[in-house]
């Protein structure tokens, strides 16, 4: 029978087409009774198989996960800089990288389907990542990693930034600065790290300042749109408080493009501080304060996680018996001019 796929021998035995591939390639990610059957129905059908080799693929995919209801990812450059370290690691180890995009709203495994047979392992930039797709990831038939996402740590290895510590660390900072009352700049697109920094400013409160008055402000993830949100709140806001704190840097810097618009000084009036250190915050005036994430790092450590879940032969349901690993990574403060400091008031 000529011109045999793994789609067709993936529907004769009901099964998905990633694991006909992963079994007709002899990887690992399937029980030695899947891969019996499967090489059975595959030569009864008479399918091809292919030629064997050495098992020593060298080519990771660097997975760009998007989704238009998040879209954080795509805000920022935060990733690029992530890539980087990605790209370093991956070239110490021998590695190839792969640069590739997938998007939510269809099947994970479906979007890979042509890459599948060619990878050693999979690095998911997870930031948009929500807990619909945890299904999807816990049945890939490969060794996986998930970066800036701790959301599926209990199904897969994941690496990221310390999110409610560095959001604790930044207002207790603004504290010290001399700073009593807060404005919590709070993207409507939520995420797992987001949901993490919101815990990090009321952890931070209730440890050192129990009762301080604090704003909750709303706005959306693109700049333009921040900027108006902030604007249309500056318009109808009396009083100001002595600090903002925004959920990332983009919406930091256009909290202070939109505090000067309305002729209030930074930070002078108002201090405005970040999270991520991206260039963003050497370009705005004032220069920005912010919680510095090791970007780069995220990527070189999630190479080598993966290097030695692929060297282990590790699916990440392999994985999740095993037991996955959570890498969390810490952060710092970065001040520059943003941030005032204030004469210290007793609390």
Known sequence: MANITAKDIAEKLGISTASVSVALNGKPGVSQATREKILAVAASMGYSLPKASSGDSRLVCFLLYADPAVAVAQESSFSTFVLKGVEDTAKELGYRVLIRYAYAGRDLAAQLEDILDDLAGLLILGTDLTAARRSQLASLPLPAVVVDNFLFSG???????DNLFGAKSAVSYLIDRGHRSFGYLRARQRTANFDDREAGVHLALQEHLPGAALTVVDVDIAADRAYEDLRRWLESQPDLPDALFAENDVVAAAAIRALRAAGIAVPEAVSVMGFDDIPVCELVEPTLTTVHSFKETLGREAVGLLHRRITQGFSPAQVQA?????????????PRDSVAQ??????
Do not use: W
């Open 155 to 161: 199904y897969v290895d994941c690496v990221g930034n």
């Open 322 to 334: 095993a037991g996955a690993i959570k890498l969390s990574l810490s952060t710092r403060i970065v």
């Open 342 to 347: 204030r004469p210290v008031r007793p609390n």
